[in-house]
């Protein structure tokens, strides 16, 4: 892109203008250290569209440092040590729960490698790996079913979001680790999303905490559910959308807000008697009232393979006192016949129709560093189940802002 070039001659034609341009460098150095120096407020981002870069892959089953890698479900990057986590959301049946880092190479033309550099076991309480089923009938603790980690943006450590198993009566949860993966607390979440075996009421099974994120300023967390409680209505259909609650919490857990965010219908019809679903697989903050959500369809063919249909909305839940905003939900009980005003979203990008490489199980999204024209990347990983029939992709874009 060419840029015009303004002489310095060009721009302070007087002393008045030059007086005038030291003062507000002197009033921006003066608002820099009312915020404190190494602390300083994220610029505000914006996201128009998306341009694609490049894609890498990890083979089916890679064996590293003694455990299986697949099943990545959720991803996130720090910026000081310019390191990449990734959960699997292998409830331990194959290795024990775990994340991995990693380095990606890409620049704003390509993307050259994907690499992991090492890998950590979620402990639970009591210090010890989450069990799997069987371990769990005979020495308890909770089975996980993790399905998003982020970087915390304030000291570097981490936290995690799990489904929960609601044929065990094992509600799901958020928690948060040190970097190495041991427990240092357990967010306080409402009871609206606890699991009921016996009734259907709260959280379905493999369907609940599958997105989380932090605010920009790193003082709320955003939690969102795949698709709707029992008491707000049905999931999916290829007639029909569903609607999932994303939730605000501050750090102690203490609920800020709550929106109602409209789920797609499933794109496309499965083949006779086989099976298809649409979600939300995970969400990213874009500024204070602004969020990405993946919305995730999984649709089966007559040979038993799936064919995924991947959209990237953003949702806007309107700024603090704007007039037509969505309505806080928090106090709504059940959202059938109730009246509010869902989130607004709008369509970034269909994969599908991008004339990308073949689409997988995308699952986690997440901000990555600077390219060299001052744009964002953005970066997603594909969840492959551990299945020889799909794939786990790494694909880098560059966000065009507004």
Same mark, same amino acid.
């Given at each position: ?7 310095? #001659? ?134 996980? =079913? ?17 489904? +929960? ?66 008491? =707000? ?42 099976? #298809?679903?649409?979600? !939300? ?17 999984? !649709? ?22 704007? !007039?037509? +905003? ?41 901000? +990555? ?34």
């Amino acid at each position: 892109m060419n840029r015009e070039v303004i002489p310095a #001659a060009g721009i302070f034609r007087s002393k008045r203008m030059a007086l005038a341009a030291l003062a507000l460098l002197a009033a921006s150095l003066c608002s820099a250290c009312a915020g404190g120096f190494g602390h300083h407020a994220p610029a505000e981002r914006s996201v128009s569209s998306l341009q694609f870069i490049g894609e890498q892959r990890i083979a089916l089953k890679q064996q590293f440092q003694d455990t299986v890698v697949g099943g990545l479900s959720g991803i996130d990057y720090d910026p000081k040590t310019d390191t990449w986590i990734m959960e699997s959301d292998d409830r331990s049946d194959i290795s024990p729960a775990r994340f991995y880092t990693a380095r990606l190479d890409y620049d704003q033309t390509s993307f050259k490698s994907a690499t992991l550099t090492g890998v950590h076991f979620f402990k639970q309480e009591n210090g010890f790996n989450y069990p799997n089923a069987a371990q769990y009938a005979s020495q308890g603790g909770e089975v996980p =079913d993790i399905e998003s980690i982020r970087f915390d943006p304030i000291d570097g450590s981490i936290w995690y979001s799990s489904e +929960g198993i609601r044929t065990l009566g094992l509600n799901p949860f958020v928690k948060h680790a040190g970097s190495d993966g041991r427990y240092l607390s357990t967010l306080p979440v409402p009871p609206q999303f606890n699991v009921s075996p016996a009734r259907e009421s709260g959280s379905r099974d493999n369907l609940s905490f599958e997105g989380l994120s932090f605010s920009p300023d790193g003082k709320s967390l955003w939690l969102g559910m795949e698709t709707a409680l029992y008491q =707000d209505g049905p999931i999916s259909t290829t007639a029909a959308g569903s609607v999932s609650r994303i939730t605000q919490f501050d750090r102690d857990g203490r609920m800020l807000a709550q929106f109602a965010y409209p789920i797609d219908p499933i794109p496309v019809s499965p083949a006779p008697g086989r099976w #298809a679903d649409n979600g !939300v697989s995970e969400i990213l903050t874009v500024n204070e009232h602004q969020l990405l959500a993946i919305e995730r369809a999984g !649709v089966q063919g007559a040979d038993d393979v799936f064919t995924f249909y991947i959209r990237i909305y953003e949702m806007d839940v309107g700024e603090v006192g704007e !007039v037509g +905003g969505a309505t806080d939900i928090s106090h709504i009980a059940s959202l059938q016949g109730a009246a509010y005003t869902p989130a607004k979203k709008r369509l970034v990008l269909n994969l599908n129709l991008a004339g990308l490489p073949k689409i997988d199980n995308l699952e986690g999204i997440a901000w +990555g560093r600077k390219l060299a024209n001052g744009h964002d990347s953005l970066v997603l990983v594909s969840d492959d189940n551990f299945n020889q029939t799909q794939v786990t992709q790494f694909l880098v874009f560059e966000v065009l802002p507004e």
